[in-house]
């Protein structure tokens, strides 16, 4: 099968030929599933761990995503329910009063690239709107990003109105972003760090197995 290739396709950000292979490994009898983890999420591995390393930039990063996308909405409606294992969820969201969306979306393109379902809430998101979410989507982690210093506070008042609701033990919380710190982190009680995307994908991980 054409794994490799797709995963090779993915790591050049070449979307229309991740498509095409895609359609050629299914014809061939490829199992979605089988596409996704053999193809499209290692291709995501690799620009994960390049990224980490500084040995490519976000706009590398960027247009792999895509590419990866491009894959995914093809064979993601192909998944039968019983082929694939529950994804573990994840919302994210850029905190109130913070506009700042690009590292919030690369972090949760990599963590979709790596098999996580993602509700992105987007910017300027209310400590209410993510106890929302969380109450709504029951996620196994919810991830929140500031790149001002006036808005990290908003980090600490989402975790006081998740314990508030109920809620904070039933989800992990990883923060980031430039101003952020694993000493903050610890400070405001959430579970993890991550200060890039390829590290926000070492976490969540961690996290989900325990």
């Known amino acids: 099968m054409k794994f490799q290739e797709i995963a090779d396709a993915v790591i050049a950000g070449k979307a229309s030929e991740v498509e095409r292979l895609i359609n050629e490994a299914l014809s061939a009898g490829a199992k979605p599933i089988e ?45 039968a329910e019983s082929d694939a294992p529950p994804a573990a969820k994840v919302v994210i969201g850029t905190v109130k009063g913070d506009m700042h969306d690009i590292g919030k979306k690369v972090v949760a393109m990599m963590l979709q690239g790596a098999g996580f379902d993602i509700i992105d809430l987007g910017i300027d998101v209310s400590p209410e709107k993510f106890v929302e979410a969380v109450r709504e989507h029951q996620p196994a982690i919810l991830g929140m990003s500031a790149l001002l210093t006036t808005t990290m506070p908003a980090m600490a008042k989402t975790i006081d109105a998740l314990n508030e609701s109920g809620l904070r033990n039933k989800v992990k919380v990883i923060i980031g972003g430039a101003p952020i710190t694993d000493a903050y982190a610890k400070e405001i009680g959430a579970d993890g760090y991550a200060p890039d995307a390829g590290s926000a994908v070492d976490v969540a991980k961690q996290l989900i197995a325990g």
Do not use: C, H, W
């Not at 500084?54 to 996308?69: D, H, K, W």
């Open 35 to 79: 596409i996704i983890n053999g193809g499209l999420i290692s291709g995501m591995q690799v620009i994960a761990d390049r990224f980490k390393r500084n040995e490519i930039y976000l706009p590398e990063v960027l247009v792999a995503a895509r590419a990866m996308t491009a894959g995914i909405n093809i064979v993601k409606p192909l998944v």
